[in-house]
């Protein structure tokens, strides 16, 4: 029998370093962010049923479009808050992180299970490309790399948009910012146009996958366009590649023009119907958001639930990653502080920081209200500390490369540091049993009347906020085939009366009567507009 050389043993250990690497950020990541559902076998989804059948709802209707399904022949006409048009735009079209939805669909799975293939690919994909990204971008070994993207795709801050789940796929964030690193260090070169081809098809594909990203990553690049142009010694670093590589910054700047068109399109359309953000709707972060893991934190959460300030945040405040984690970033990216991309890269996280943070107990008192005038896009934007998601980019390079220096000296001391690290990320997240939603959408199908146009789904009070009863009535829609007037999303048409469509008594019933029939008198709605349950 042959025996492989020495050479041909090396090489094949270092590919299987080099496969294993990535591999082990997806399990670990997988494991951290998903422990719950892949311990009930993919039967119970983290989050509650609001935003989370909501982005469900989005996935499943972009299968309906793309199979032909009657009910979803528009795209952006969804078949809730009907009959009011462009519905689909008053939150995010999520086209660029279905892949991971429609595969599943596409071979067989039915939706609930199609959605939790959804989170588990969907955070495989963060690690795999925070992999790459760490490697390419700051050149860290593959432990350190492993450590960064494990965090960036599984941290805290992130695990907690599991309940905000259009927040989840920032694979394409990491693509952009990689390609332009690539086309600013090889710049004049035909590597470099392809970068900036490549970083401008990303651009676009974030945007279709979530506003709220999207616009944060442009934010953040203006703010590192200022820092560099501001500075005498690195304005060189933007003014070179834009004279040696002007025709390819422009074709990758006209092609995401042209894949962003449609979306901006419809963007705008519904923000003049629905309008942009009340200054007073925005909700800004304090300084203990920055610090706050959370009630539900492994480490922390009996000291969280013990500190007033920390315990009565929740939901976007939670962007703490945790004691060590911090020290351990903050500890890489000073003592990297020497090289031009790590400072650019902190000195935009702070910025952001300071910017999306209110002063004090008063929320009108941020530079916030600076970006609100000056910067577009800014009046659509609800939640400012989902900026921490972004800033998350910045912690995880920092463990990568305290991790790294520590590597060089102590390897064993280095992963131990990794997985303390990513240890004090684990959450306890609430979950919820898609089947029992499903099953109540399934009842309200079958209550359906024949020959129903359009129905009105106005239950009794079930210990829920009206919300998950708006949600139950638009899956209803896609199992019986009759849009509704309910609905749930980011915006709702003006003068849409079924805000709150729960009977508690007769006083509710009048007035759902009299907002039914106003809505259709309003819409001119041809055919029967049912309700569920019968109206006795």
Known sequence: MDVASPPDRTALRRALVRICAPLLAVVASLLLAHHGLLQSRLSRIPGDPGDVRLVHFWLEHLWG?????????????????????????????????????????????????????????TTALNALAGTWFFRSTLGVSRLAATGGAVLLSAGAPRAHALNHPQLLACYWTLAVIALVVVALRRRGTRAARAAWIGAGLCFAAQAWSSYYLWWFLALAFALAAVAILADRELRPWIVEPVRRDSLAIGAAAALAGLLLFPLLHAWWSAA???????????????????????????????????????????????????????????????????????????????????????????????????????VPGARAIRAVPRLGLLVLVAWAAGLALCIEAVRRRRPALAALLALACLLEQGLRFAHFDPAVERARAEEVARALPEGCAAFAYTPQPDGWPPWRSQTVAMWATDLSGVPTLNGYSG????????????????????????????????????????RVPAQP
């Not at 969804?78 to 689909?88: E, Q, S």
């Open 272 to 374: 003049t119907v629905v309008g942009l953000r009340h200054p007073g709707e925005v909700f800004l972060a304090r300084g203990q958001s920055w610090i706050n893991p959370g009630a539900d934190s492994w480490w922390y959460g009996g000291l969280v639930r013990h500190v007033r300030g920390l315990a009565s945040q929740s939901g976007e405040h939670l962007m703490g990653v945790g004691v060590l984690t911090s020290l351990a970033a903050g500890t890489g990216l000073w003592r990297s502080r020497q090289r031009v991309g790590v400072v650019v890269l902190a000195t935009v996280a702070l910025a952001l920081i300071v910017l999306s943070t209110q002063l004090g107990p008063w929320p009108r008192i941020s530079p916030w209200r600076l970006v609100l005038l000056l």
């Open 491 to 530: 915006n709702v048409p003006p003068g849409w009366p079924l805000d709150d469509c729960i009977v508690h008594g007769p006083a509710d019933r009048e007035r759902l009567d009299a907002a039914v029939a106003g809505w259709v008198r309003r819409w001119a709605l041809p055919g029967k507009v049912c």
């Open 65 to 121: 479009w793309l199979t032909g399904a009657p009910i979803h022949r528009s795209y952006w006409d969804l078949p809730f808050f009907f009959p009011a048009p462009n519905v689909g735009a008053y939150g995010d079209a999520i086209v660029g992180a279905a892949l991971p939805y429609l595969l599943p669909r596409a071979l067989g799975a039915g939706p609930e299970r199609a959605y939790a293939f959804w989170l588990l690919g």
